[in-house]
C-alpha cells in the first residue's frame, strides 16, 4: 500500500514509495502504535512528502542529507533531519574532517551513534550509490535490523565503485538481491519510472527504464 491511503492530504506523492501493510507483519501495528521508525536517505531531495506523511502518522522519521544547511534539524514532534550522507564506507581517519568533502558514515555506524537498533523502513534514493550502500549492509548484517527496504535501484550504468563488464555488473546485481532473497526478504513491489531514460547499462532498452523502485518486506520481522 502506498503512502497515500495512509494521509488526509491532498496533495498526492510524487512517486508510490509502496510500504506492506500486511497484517502479518508488525508494521502497520508499529504504525497504529505510534511506535515505528522510519530512515530516509537520499541527495537533495526535495520530495518529502512519503516521510511526512509517516511523521504525521505518528512515526519517528529521520532524514539523511548531505545538503541541509544544518547538522541538525527538527520539525515538528517526529520528523528529523541530519546533515549526513549514508556510504558504504567510513570517513578516512586520517584525513581531517574539514578536508572531507561531506559528512558520510556507514548505516551501521549511525545506528550506533542514535542508539538506535531496528529501523521499521529504510528508504534510499542515492542516486547509483544504493549498489554498494546495499552491499554494505548485507556483509556487515545491518540488513536484518530492518524491516522493510524501499530502494530506488539506477541501471542506466553500473553505479558508484562498480566495474566490469556488463555479464559482471549483471552478476553482482543479481548477487545482491538473491542475498536479500537468502534473508527472508520478499519483493511485494516495483515500479518503473517512464519518465527517466529508457537505458540499461548505456545502451537503449525499448519498453524499460533506467529506473527503478523497488519494495521488500523481511518476513522474518518481529
Not at 498526492?12 to 508499529?30: A, E, N
Not at 541538525?72 to 541530519?82: A, D
Not at 549483471?170 to 520478499?186: A, G, I, M, Q, T
Request: hydrophobic share 35%; with cysteine.
Amino acid at each position: 500500500m502506498n503512502m497515500n491511503s495512509l494521509t488526509d492530504n491532498s496533495e498526492t506523492i510524487k512517486k508510490p514509495w509502496s510500504i506492506c501493510l500486511d497484517d502479518r507483519f508488525s508494521l502497520v501495528h508499529r504504525i497504529k502504535s505510534k511506535q515505528c521508525r522510519l530512515y530516509s536517505l537520499g541527495l537533495s531531495s526535495d520530495d518529502n512528502q512519503f516521510e511526512i506523511s509517516l511523521a504525521n502518522s505518528g512515526c519517528e522519521v529521520h532524514r539523511f542529507d548531505p545538503s541541509i544547511k544544518s547538522a541538525h534539524i527538527q520539525e515538528g514532534r517526529h520528523l528529523w533531519n541530519h546533515r549526513l550522507s549514508i556510504d558504504w564506507r567510513d570517513p578516512n581517519p586520517a584525513i581531517a574532517p574539514h578536508k572531507l568533502r561531506s559528512h558520510t558514515k556507514k548505516l551501521g555506524t549511525i545506528l550506533n551513534e542514535f542508539g538506535h537498533q531496528k529501523i521499521d523502513v529504510l528508504k534510499a534514493d542515492m542516486e547509483s550509490a544504493e549498489w554498494k550502500i546495499l552491499e554494505n549492509l548485507i556483509l556487515e548484517d545491518i540488513v536484518e535490523q530492518i524491516g522493510q527496504l524501499v530502494f530506488e535501484v539506477h541501471i542506466h550504468w553500473p553505479g558508484f565503485e562498480v566495474s566490469g563488464n556488463d555479464s559482471t555488473v549483471v552478476r553482482y546485481w543479481y548477487s545482491l538481491l538473491k542475498e536479500l532473497e537468502l534473508k527472508d526478504f520478499r519483493l511485494f513491489h516495483t515500479y518503473k519510472d517512464l519518465l527517466k531514460p529508457q537505458m540499461f547499462l548505456k545502451k537503449e532498452a525499448f519498453n524499460a527504464s533506467s529506473c527503478y523502485t523497488l519494495s521488500w518486506v523481511n518476513t522474518r520481522w518481529k
